[in-house]
């Protein structure tokens, strides 16, 4: 790599950073950010860009994200997908187990990190998943290199429901790392899901879904999840939470 190409300044950029916006100018020497100044740099040997009137933004971490490799690349794949990540301004993705097959045991997780060394144009890493009978391979996962332990407590795409008491109490009960959590009370969406079949048939309108999934179904669960995680001391991540009630559970007595 050429000294012209490793050094990178960019000038008179509107730069948005900690919650303030300024311009200035950004040093980078090779893969990291060197100096920040609201006042003008100059640097030997470097590459200038000239940001008059741009904004210059973090780059942004998405850690839901649910690419199709393996199992489904007709619809994306790691490259494509990692390429638009990187065109939205994601530099780092964490991916969901529920490809095909599911990612449930070790080896399955290691070939997705082998295939995104090779064809990733972003960060990454991936989430190991859990079911009602992974308990062994949830407990080998490398809390170092895996961003955490996916666990649907409510059914989603792909055949991952964890819906055995026993079995959760295990996963929070042993997991080496985070524990990020999809949460919505089976028996509740399935109780619902009957009475509404009942009333449309096949033609239900999409605007009971969230009648299907209600409130009662995501808060049920949810306080499952967060009670789990005090009882353990276990690092708990609820993704996309649905409802003001489900804000209410967390309190400083939480693991962050």
Known sequence: MSIATSRKLIKNAFIVNEG????????????????????SLSADNAEVID????????????????????????KGDLYTESKAAVAGGITSYMEMPNTIPNTLTQGLLEEK???ASEKSLANYSFYMGASNDNIEEIIKTDPKKVCGIKVFMGSSTGNMLVDNDQVLEEIFRKAPTL?????????????????????????????????????????LSSSKAVSLAKKHNTRLHILHLSTEK??????TNLPL
Do not use: M, W
Request: proline letters at 5%; glycine letters at 6%.
């Open 51 to 74: 940001a008059e009137g741009l904004y210059l933004l973090p780059g942004v971490i998405d850690d839901q994200v649910h690419f199709r490799d393996p199992g489904l690349t007709h």
């Open 179 to 219: 524990i990020a959590v999809h949460c919505e009370d089976e028996t509740t969406v399935r109780k619902n899901n009957t009475e509404y079949f009942e009333i449309f048939g096949e033609d239900a309108p999409p605007e009971i879904h969230p009648l299907i999934r209600s409130e009662e179904a995501c808060f």
């Open 113 to 115: 990190y082998q295939a």
């Open 246 to 251: 489900e804000i209410q559970l967390f309190d």
């Open 20 to 39: 303030s916006i300024f311009k200035g100018d950004v040093l980078v020497q090779g893969k990291f950010i060197d100096k920040i100044s609201d006042s």
